[in-house]
């Protein structure tokens, strides 16, 4: 289960206020919200300590009192709201309750939160899932985010979610993006897009947010998770509808709003970590003629400076699942994390590839994948024992489009849910071990064996046997060969 930590902080509800003699007057007003306000009821008492009607979008009328007073809410229309006050008094886009973040504690993502307020009206709940990217990256987000303006903080960790119910299905389906790309990012999406779910019914959110840019892949990842886990829920996407258009307007923007800049040094490249993997994008990498520098590299070291004695590692796999390193039972996550410290010592799983994005561009990036590279070559070869020919062939083939469906966002499509269904029956019987040899970026298979190996010593050997009748073949290859045999006679008018 997903560790939860929640900062909070006081919050406060924008209303629009309805002076007697006024008309609809466009004031930012603000009361103390406590954290648990569930129903329009209790939002109403609270609303009551103001004179006048106090308009706040929901889905039915009520009833406020106060002293002797009756007042009524009443229901905010679509247009109503895009002309009541955020921040400022600044005319909002939407009306809006509480919005939750995705969040890293980076520029985009700590401006972000003065402009959702800012535009929407809204409270906003800052929330960070650790998905591998480490300790690091965590450091210091409560500040962050209470400063940033946020009125609250949910980190969870998903490590183990993560690799056991993400990464595993796609190993086991065997899936890779165009050749090469084994889903390090495609597959994290989903899985902090699904806790942002979680979140959002926790506090009573009524939309979520994320810093993606309307360039790339994730904002379809993020998005589509959001649609089908819960479609009531309204998505703001910034980058979509603001202003900023570059890191300077973003530093401007957060001088003018009191937000602390970060102080961290700007990479010049365009970074994604998690447990699986790490990504690299940007500068002399946008052009596919250069060869990436060396001090780019994080998880891996350069494979000329690897160990010059090759290193053994042997993998234990249940029904296509790996489940120990060299004879000692892990949890998923712990597996990984000890594969990425071994294959990164022996430069394992660099990988620089120029790919398709969903949006129709390429774009070229850089992946190191070390644990996952040592443990695909596992789990493929063990396939080698138990699965026939058909099957494979078969499971390839399918293996193409569940990394399609993956990459381009729709891991709760049921299509994608149906192929898992098929990858995990067929894979029942992929049991066993793997022994593979590490040496100078290399990864190389030096043995296999399964209870349920479809290898037979006595028949496939050269030496005479009672199961196969050489002498069979003859008969074999005059059927198989038939349909060639009998075009050739055509064209030679035999």
Known sequence: ????????????????????????????????????????????????????????????????TRRNHVVRAVLASRSEATTSSGVDGKVLRKKLNKVVLAYSGGLDTSVIVPWLRENYGCEVVCFTADVGQGLQELEGLEQKAKASGACQLVVKDLKEEFVRDFIFPC???????????????????????????????????????HGCTGKGNDQVRFELTFFALNPELSVVAPWREWEITGREDAIEYATKHNVPVPVTKKSIYSRDRNLWHLSHEGDILEDPA?????????????????PDQPEYVKIGIVEGLPVSFNGKELSPASLLAELNEVG????????????????????????????????????RELESLTLDRETIQVKDSLALKYAELVYAGRWFDPLRESM???????????????????????????????????????????????????????????????????????????
């Open 420 to 494: 898992d269904a098929f990858m995990k029956e067929i894979t029942k019987t992929t049991s066993g071990s793997v022994t593979l040899k590490l040496y100078k970026g290399s990864v190389s298979v030096t043995g296999r064996e399964s209870p349920y190996s479809l290898y037979r010593q006595d028949i496939s050997s050269f030496e005479s046997g009672d199961i196969y009748n050489q002498a069979d073949a003859a008969g074999f290859i005059r059927l198989y060969g038939l349909p060639m045999r009998v075009r050739a006679m055509l064209e030679k008018g035999l």
């Open 344 to 379: 990164g010592k022996h430069g394992i799983g660099r990988i620089d590839m120029v790919e398709n994005r969903l949006v129709g561009m390429k774009s070229r990036g850089v992946y190191e994948t070390p644990g996952g590279t040592i443990l695909f070559s596992a789990v």
């Open 171 to 209: 190993l086991r389906a065997g899936a890779i993006y165009e050749r090469k790309y084994l889903l390090g990012t495609s597959m994290a999406r989903p899985v902090i897009a699904k806790a942002m779910v979680d979140v959002a019914k926790e506090v009573g959110a009524d939309a979520v947010s």
């Open 290 to 306: 250069n060869e990436p520098n060396e001090d780019m590299y994080m998880m891996s070291v350069d494979p000329k400076d690897a």
């Open 1 to 64: 289960m997903a560790q939860l930590h929640a900062i909070c902080s006081c919050s406060s509800t924008n209303l629009l206020s309805y002076g007697s003699n006024r008309g609809y007057a466009r004031i930012h007003q603000k009361f103390h919200c406590p954290q648990n306000l569930t129903s329009p009821q209790e939002l109403g008492v609270t609303a009551s300590e103001f004179h006048g009607l106090a308009i706040v979008q929901n889905t039915a009328n009520f009833a406020l």
